[in-house]
């Protein structure tokens, strides 16, 4: 896990200042990893360290910290004694309240240490774990002798999701909680979308979706899901002009076949039209929404697959 500065933009810019609550380290079981976050508001809270009773007293705490005007806590709970839970583990829970000045304080990438608690001298084991992650742009969460490290995440993988019907609302849903993705999410006008859009979901109303292709970033990731088999071939034809991470097209085979027949008569190749999967998702699960958002989230989060169709390494080995 890392912190994630543009969640926490996004957050701050909704809500005004949040507390940030993350496991800096563990004992023994616990319901989620050192590294873990959640971002808490007076009226809300995104992110999770592993629901139940923890998460519940740790919103409350939070809560009243933002009350409070209080900029820092560290909490050791023993989860049985404290809480009542079967798993025998500790966590140590801190507690950073965020706003803008502290955003515009975080390092772009790299590891993130500061003193929480404890002695004003950085421990060498955070030395050495910046001096590693500067120089191999790895690293894990850290705490040690009151001080917390951790990874900054790098900039979200940019996705464009075209089309706000039944099937991009479904994915755009399943997506968007992670934090992994920056969603890009086009469609003909305002009202093709759903009144509440979820957050990290930047909503582009366009009266002509193929005329934003150039907006995209030539390495985004890309999911054709519109109303009009016209505008899907479309946009394909424009994307493989433009450039792309990776495409998927809604579709059964018959569709794509016609759709191979006719981006072939407007000038590419088939090597170059193969990079566009169809179908997306996994075709046993069936046609519901919810069941292509389930197999296109676990094409887009399985490193070893390049198309957005359930990788043939789900069911044997790479």
């Known amino acids: 896990m890392a912190l994630i500065p543009a969640a926490l933009r996004d957050a701050i810019g909704r809500h005004g200042p949040v507390i940030r609550v993350v496991i800096a380290a563990h004992q023994g079981s616990s319901p989620r990893e050192a590294g873990a976050s959640m971002l808490v508001w007076p009226g809300g ?27 820092r806590q560290v909490e050791r709970t023993p989860l049985g004694p404290a809480l ?5 583990g500790a966590v140590t829970l801190v507690y ?31 030395a050495r774990a910046l001096r590693a992650a500067r120089g191999q742009g790895v690293a894990a969460t850290l705490w040690k002798s009151g001080w917390l490290a951790e990874p900054v995440a790098p900039p979200a993988r940019a996705l464009w999701v075209w089309g706000a019907g039944h099937v991009g609302r479904a994915i755009t849903a399943t997506l968007a909680p992670l934090p992994d993705f920056a969603i890009t999410w086009v469609d003909t006008a305002p009202e093709r979308f759903p009144a509440e859009v979820p957050h990290g979901v930047t909503p582009l109303p366009v009266p002509t979706p193929a005329d934003a292709v150039p907006r995209a970033p030539q390495d985004a990731e890309h999911l054709i899901l519109t109303y009009s088999h016209a505008l899907d071939l479309e946009l394909c034809h424009r994307l493989l002009h433009h450039g792309f991470g990776r495409a998927g097209l809604i579709g059964s085979a018959s569709k794509w076949a016609r759709f191979r027949a006719r981006l072939r008569a407007l000038g590419h190749t088939d090597a170059q ?21 389930v197999g296109v989230a676990a094409a887009l989060l399985t490193p070893c697959t390049t198309a957005m169709e359930t990788p043939a390494c789900q069911t044997s080995p790479c």
């Open 273 to 293: 039209i193969a990079r566009i999967a169809c179908p997306i998702g996994t075709p046993a699960l069936g046609k519901h929404p919810q069941a292509i958002a």
């Open 96 to 126: 950073e309240r965020m706003d803008a000045e502290a955003l515009a304080a975080l390092p772009e990438t790299g590891l993130h240490a500061r003193r929480v608690e404890g002695r004003a001298e950085m421990p060498l084991a955070v």
């Open 45 to 71: 809270q995104s992110g999770t360290i592993g629901g139940g009773a923890l998460e519940f007293a740790a919103a409350a705490r939070a809560r009243a910290m933002l009350a409070a005007g209080c900029a």
């Open 84 to 88: 009542g839970q079967c798993c025998g």
